[in-house]
T-cell receptor
Framework: AQSVTQLGSHVSVSEGALVLLRCNYS??????LFWYVQYPNQGLQLLLK??????LVKGINGFEAEFKKSETSFHLTKPSAHMSDAAEYFC???????????FGTGTSLTVIP | GAGVSQSPSNKVTEKGKDVELRCDPI?????LYWYRQRLGQGLEFLIY????????KSGLPSDRFSAERTGESVSTLTIQRTQQEDSAVYLC???????????FGDGTRLSIL
């Protein structure tokens, strides 16, 4: 079975500061891991994905995430926050077996000018 | 357009009425998912279609919910005898295959009076 835990439902950072959004997963098989962003009144957009290639994954808008098997984590980071990064962020996991994607409950990112 | 299209974008209806939500996936995408997102919460898996295989209905919350998909094209999600607790955004996503990134529509915002 797979599941995802996102620590911190709300994160606030100052513009230009480091963004760190946490995601821990559980999976009985090698996972596929994803980060999605959701802007108000829109669907989800893919930021990046991990599919067992490089452990450090670079995505769009300057975001990246590192897969750490020993910590079962896939935290999302960005060196310098921009006002336009304010949104809801979702971590998701799936496995080669089974049909479902499991989404975390989301982290709302606020960027303070 | 080339993205996932959902209609209507907003639906307001009275308790007890039936509603039908539509999803047009990206052309060629064999996998299609429906999710429910309640206000301020994460995504709740409802149902998954993969090609001509039997759908995974394990996420449907009650027998008032049903969904159909014709081949690899349009899908409709039907909610019968709507209840106030059904108020949510219903998101549809498609992907080229399971475990591939999902592409989301902008959702249908359903409000039950």
């Amino acid at each position: 079975a797979q599941s995802v835990t996102q620590l911190g439902s709300h994160v606030s950072v100052s513009e230009g500061a480091l963004v760190l959004l946490r995601c821990n997963y559980s999976s009985s098989v090698p996972p596929y891991l994803f980060w999605y962003v959701q802007y108000p009144n829109q669907g989800l957009q893919l930021l990046l994905k991990y599919t067992s290639a490089a452990t450090l994954v670079k995505g769009i808008n300057g975001f990246e995430a590192e897969f750490k098997k020993s910590e079962t984590s896939f935290h999302l980071t960005k060196p310098s926050a921009h006002m336009s990064d304010a949104a809801e962020y979702f971590c998701a996991v799936s496995a080669d077996t089974g049909n479902q994607f499991y989404f975390g409950t989301g982290t709302s990112l606020t960027v303070i000018p | 357009g080339a993205g996932v299209s959902q209609s209507p974008s907003n639906k307001v209806t009275e308790k007890g009425k039936d509603v039908e939500l539509r999803c047009d996936p990206i052309s060629g995408h064999t996998a299609l998912y429906w999710y429910r997102q309640r206000l301020g919460q994460g995504l709740e898996f409802l149902i998954y279609f993969q090609g001509n295989s039997a759908p995974d209905k394990s996420g449907l919350p009650s027998d008032r919910f049903s969904a159909e998909r014709t081949g690899e094209s349009v899908s409709t999600l039907t909610i019968q005898r709507t209840q106030q607790e059904d108020s949510a955004v219903y998101l549809c996503a498609s992907s080229s295959n399971r475990n591939q990134p999902q592409h989301f529509g902008d959702g249908t915002r359903l409000s039950i009076l």
